[in-house]
């Protein structure tokens, strides 16, 4: 198994929309023993293909208290959705930001497995909430696009900041170029 990169907001590869998954063999066995790695170390309770830049209709999820029960959903649809609840939700590909979301409270869920059988089940709680925000990210939406443009705009200026800090890159020069002799500096 191997840990896969994160992407973070606001990365444009977050607003694919994935395809559906066709083949259930070894490449995608082996992509969720990978993922199901990169989301218990993180550590997160759910993950989207999309957010390691695989653009395909799978998820995995975790909401268990001793992270004992994982879960995969591929190709999944929301059949039935009941009531509202409000959330304090976080992104792994939005590190440190929590902000409440309002959501269906529970679902009618239909998905294949790993083997490509397709069950139904009725999803409440976490784990509902976590279904609906991961299959956002298969649509290419992230939960910072239920906040305000300008609560969304600080959160994007705070990460773009901080991942230019991280990759040590110089800050964009704006104006005329500074020249002392031949040399731009
Ligand atoms: O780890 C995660 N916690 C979480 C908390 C509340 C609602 C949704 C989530 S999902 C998140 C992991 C993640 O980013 N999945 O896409
Ligand atoms: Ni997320």
Not at 136 to 150: A, I, Q, T
Request: hydrophobic share 40%; glycine share 6%.
């Amino acid at each position: 198994m191997a840990r896969l990169a994160i992407l973070e907001f606001p990365d444009p590869r977050l607003r694919t929309r994935a395809a559906p998954v066709a083949a259930f063999d070894a490449a995608l066995e082996r992509l969720i023993g990978d993922m199901f790695e990169t989301m218990y170390e993180a550590p997160g309770i759910g993950l989207a293909a999309t957010q390691v830049n695989v653009h395909q209709r799978l998820i995995v999820i975790d909401t268990s208290e001793l992270k004992n029960d994982p879960q995969v959903f591929i190709n999944p649809q929301i059949l039935a959705r009941d009531g509202l609840e409000v959330t304090e939700e976080g992104c792994l590909s939005v590190p440190q930001v929590f902000e409440e979301v309002e959501r269906a409270a529970r679902v009618r869920a239909r998905a294949q497995d790993r083997h490509g059988v397709v069950s139904e089940r009725e999803l409440d709680g976490l784990l509902a909430v976590c279904l609906q925000h991961e299959m956002d990210h298969l649509e290419g939406k992230l939960f910072v696009d239920y906040l305000s443009s300008l609560k969304r705009d600080r959160i994007r200026r705070r990460l773009e900041k901080e991942q230019r800090e991280r990759d040590g890159a110089p800050r964009p020069r704006s104006g005329v170029p500074l020249r002392v002799g031949a040399k731009v500096i």
